[in-house]
């Protein structure tokens, strides 16, 4: 069964410093998004992207955060100047244009661990 | 904006049936997603409805009221894997834009 695949699943950085958290949507999906789950919370919209650009985007998504489909099959997200808040786990997903419902797959996230 | 309420925790007995409600007040609506997840995974989808009404998979089924804003997801026969939190999540009018998810529903199933 096609899924998501996210790199790497955990990663550790200093405070300042820049990450970049990988994903392979499923590979007919045209819609793309990053989600974060701070520990305890939940699940909150990042970003949208659709036809190689942002379609929507949240207010928690500021400057410091980007995202970019450099190929065919990657969607990254990148975090510049990381924070001790931006400890979370996030989640790429991507839905499709078939199905009934337009469902999104999670991939099995990426932990974030700021020092 | 999307705002969506369901209960923190609850806990129900393996074999019984349990009810997880969920409103929501939106500014536009385009379907409403149920998801489980397992702690420290990923979510992963149950079931939608975007017309009122009952969808039935299996064991669980998911209600839809749009006219009062209301859902809920129904487990029936429940086993100790159910033991999970299960979000309410609503996607916004316009086609595949964000779904917000809602703080989920920490269900523990007992013996």
């Known amino acids: 069964e096609p899924e998501v695949t996210q790199t790497p699943s955990h990663q550790v950085t200093q405070m300042g410093q820049e990450v970049i958290l990988r994903c392979v949507p499923i590979s007919n999906h045209l819609y793309f998004y990053w989600y974060r789950q701070i520990l305890g919370q939940k699940v909150e919209f990042l970003v949208s992207?659709?036809?190689?650009?942002?379609?929507?985007k949240s207010e928690i998504f500021d400057d410091q955060f980007s995202v970019e489909r450099p190929d065919g099959s990657n969607f990254t997200l990148k975090i510049r100047s990381t924070k001790l808040e931006d400890s979370a786990m996030y989640f790429c997903a991507s839905s499709g244009t078939g199905g009934l419902t337009g469902e999104l797959f999670f991939g099995e996230g990426s932990r974030l661990t700021v020092l | 904006g999307q705002n969506i309420d369901q209960p923190t925790e609850m806990t129900a007995t393996e074999g019984a049936i349990v009810q997880i409600n969920c409103t929501y007040q939106t500014s536009g609506f385009n379907g409403l997603f149920w998801y489980q997840q397992h702690a420290g995974e990923a979510p992963t989808f149950l079931s939608y409805?975007?017309?009122?009404g009952l969808e039935e998979k299996g064991r669980f089924s998911s209600f839809l009221s749009r006219s009062k804003g209301y859902s809920y997801l129904l487990l029936k026969e429940l086993q100790m894997k159910d033991s999970a939190s299960y979000l309410c999540a609503v996607r916004d009018s316009g086609g595949y834009q964000k779904v917000t998810f809602g703080i989920g529903t920490k269900l523990q199933v007992i013996p």
């Open positions: 409805n975007v017309l009122d």
């Open positions: 992207f659709y036809n190689n650009e942002i379609s929507e």
